[in-house]
Nanobody, 123 residues
Framework: QVQLVESGGGLVQVGGSLRLSCAASGLTFSTYAMAWFRQAPGKEREFVAGISWIGARTYYVDSVKGRFTISRDNAKNTVYLQMNSLKPEDTAVYHC????????????????WGQGTQVTVSS
């Protein structure tokens, strides 16, 4: 079956960096658009970043532009989220998600989800 497993979360101070990874199995990874979503306590899940199936196009929510970078390695079936200049408002559980191409901004269109990894930014 399809599995998405996130790693790389943790506790970091304001201004610090983290790199999240999401390892996929059970699907033809290179044919899937991938995305990161996050959900903070008491808030709705929100789109953070997305990447097309070959990585040619990337998409970001305005609040992370210039600070976060999404990338993928189709040979390793892995998608990454490099997060720099972290802020307290970035604190959330981060989930990766997969859908058959093309890319979508909407979480309802994603077929597969990981369990999530906690990111906590302390001030």
């Amino acid at each position: 079956q399809v599995q998405l497993v996130e790693s790389g979360g943790g506790l970091v101070q304001v201004g610090g960096s983290l790199r999240l990874s999401c390892a996929a199995s059970g699907l033809t990874f290179s044919t899937y658009a991938m995305a990161w979503f996050r959900q903070a306590p008491g808030k709705e899940r929100e789109f953070v970043a997305g990447i097309s199936w070959i990585g040619a196009r990337t998409y970001y929510v305005d609040s992370v532009k210039g600070r976060f970078t999404i990338s993928r390695d189709n040979a390793k079936n892995t998608v990454y989220l490099q997060m720099n200049s972290l802020k307290p408002e970035d604190t959330a559980v981060y989930h990766c998600a997969a859908k058959r191409s093309p890319f979508s901004w909407e979480d309802m269109n994603y077929n597969y989800w990981g369990q999530g990894t906690q990111v906590t930014v302390s001030s």
